[in-house]
């Protein structure tokens, strides 16, 4: 059971090891996306249906008579979730002979919910990591099969640790499945829980009071999405790429004001220094360079931005 790109990856890595048999994939319904609201599928589904394996897309989860039947029927020795997206049932938790296992991206209890990858980068941790946790009925407070730590490099952003939590969870969802009758589950210490709830688009605003190091972990946290942004005369400013500019400390400057202009980018002052907006892009308008944006909008020294 899974719906987005981080797990189509583990789910590759169950399909090529011969050990496993999957008799079904259980995903998310087809979504309008863009603009124009094109019904697309989740990327497990089209995944899943390249290796010609069943697929089913229930709409909901509590009281589906029918979607319990079908497990019922498949009678899974274990059901393997991975951002599915869906709290699950105490109809569908017992159904399987070994449980319901949980692929998630944070050392647990720390940040239990749906966007540990984006708020660990965006509280600037060093670490984070990969827990398989069998799962019950509470949100992600089962107990602990096996865990496993990576470092958050300075460089990383939402896409890359993701691509790499992912490949870290396979591995350990394969071992902790060819181990299961071994392994000694452990309960979570929930005295030390975190919580890393759903993103929401007004978080990509920043305000020019933060610091540099607060701006770059918000960017590479949302870069996926909603980005971030500000306003420029009254119109949404979104930035695409920007890097810290440690130079700039001028006292007597309000923060969000445009202090140096050039061809390499648009320096913004900050709380403690400064940010080069190097690629952004203004409401109604496409991406572009900070160059083209300087010579079409003619934004210059001593403009602010809120």
């Given at each position: 059971?899974?719906?987005?790109?981080?797990?189509?990856?583990?789910?590759?890595?169950?399909?090529?090891?011969?050990?496993?048999?999957?008799?079904?994939?259980?995903?998310?319904?087809?979504?309008?996306?863009g603009?124009?609201?094109?019904?697309?599928?989740?990327?497990?589904?089209?995944?899943?249906?390249k290796?010609?394996?069943?697929?089913?897309?229930?709409?909901?989860?509590?009281?589906?008579?029918e979607?319990?039947?079908?497990?019922?029927?498949?009678?899974?020795?274990?059901?393997?979730v991975?951002?599915?997206?869906?709290?699950?049932?105490?109809?569908?938790?017992?159904?399987?002979?070994?449980?319901?296992?949980?692929?998630?991206?944070?050392?647990?209890?720390?940040?239990?919910?749906a966007?540990?990858?984006?708020?660990?980068?965006?509280?600037?941790r060093?670490?984070?990591?990969?827990?398989?946790?069998?799962?019950d009925e509470?949100?992600?407070?089962?107990?602990?099969?096996?865990?496993?730590?990576?470092?958050?490099?300075?460089?990383?952003?939402?896409?890359?640790?993701?691509?790499?939590?992912?490949?870290?969870?396979?591995?350990?969802?394969?071992?902790?499945?060819?181990?299961?009758?071994?392994?000694?589950?452990?309960?979570?210490?929930?005295?030390?829980?975190t919580?890393?709830p759903?993103?929401?688009?007004?978080?990509?605003?920043?305000?020019?009071?933060?610091?540099?190091?607060?701006?770059?972990?918000?960017?590479?946290a949302?870069?996926?999405?909603?980005?971030?942004?500000?306003?420029?005369?009254?119109?949404?400013?979104?930035?695409?790429?920007?890097?810290?500019?440690?130079?700039?400390?001028?006292?007597?400057?309000?923060?969000?004001?445009?202090?140096?202009?050039?061809?390499?980018?648009?320096?913004?002052?900050?709380?403690?220094?400064?940010?080069?907006?190097?690629?952004?892009?203004?409401?109604?308008?496409?991406?572009?360079?900070?160059?083209?944006?300087?010579?079409?909008?003619?934004i210059?020294?001593?403009?602010?931005l809120?």
């Amino acid at each position: 059971m899974g719906t987005p790109e981080f797990a189509v990856n583990i789910l590759q890595k169950l399909i090529e090891d011969p050990s496993f048999n999957i008799k079904l994939v259980v995903t998310q319904p087809d979504k309008p996306v863009g603009r124009k609201q094109i019904l697309t599928s989740p990327p497990v589904k089209e995944f899943a249906l390249k290796f010609n394996l069943n697929v089913v897309q229930p709409d909901r989860l509590k009281g589906n008579q029918e979607f319990f039947e079908i497990l019922n029927r498949i009678n899974p020795d274990v059901i393997v979730v991975v951002a599915y997206g869906k709290i699950l049932p105490k109809e569908v938790l017992q159904i399987p002979r070994y449980g319901c296992i949980n692929v998630h991206a944070s050392l647990l209890p720390e940040y239990r919910g749906a966007a540990p990858i984006q708020r660990a980068i965006m509280d600037g941790r060093d670490y984070t990591g990969i827990t398989i946790m069998k799962m019950d009925e509470g949100l992600d407070t089962g107990d602990i099969l096996l865990q496993e730590r990576i470092k958050i490099e300075w460089t990383d952003d939402v896409i890359t640790l993701s691509k790499k939590l992912s490949e870290l969870g396979g591995k350990l969802l394969i071992e902790t499945l060819k181990n299961i009758s071994n392994i000694s589950p452990v309960k979570q210490d929930s005295t030390k829980a975190t919580y890393a709830p759903p993103i929401e688009k007004d978080e990509g605003q920043i305000s020019w009071d933060m610091t540099g190091i607060e701006i770059y972990n918000k960017f590479r946290a949302l870069k996926n999405w909603p980005g971030i942004f500000t306003t420029y005369k009254g119109k949404l400013l979104k930035i695409h790429d920007m890097e810290i500019v440690n130079k700039w400390k001028i006292e007597d400057v309000q923060n969000g004001t445009v202090v140096e202009v050039d061809d390499s980018g648009i320096v913004v002052k900050l709380k403690d220094g400064a940010i080069k907006i190097k690629e952004l892009q203004l409401e109604g308008g496409k991406k572009i360079s900070a160059r083209d944006f300087v010579n079409g909008y003619k934004i210059k020294k001593g403009d602010i931005l809120s």
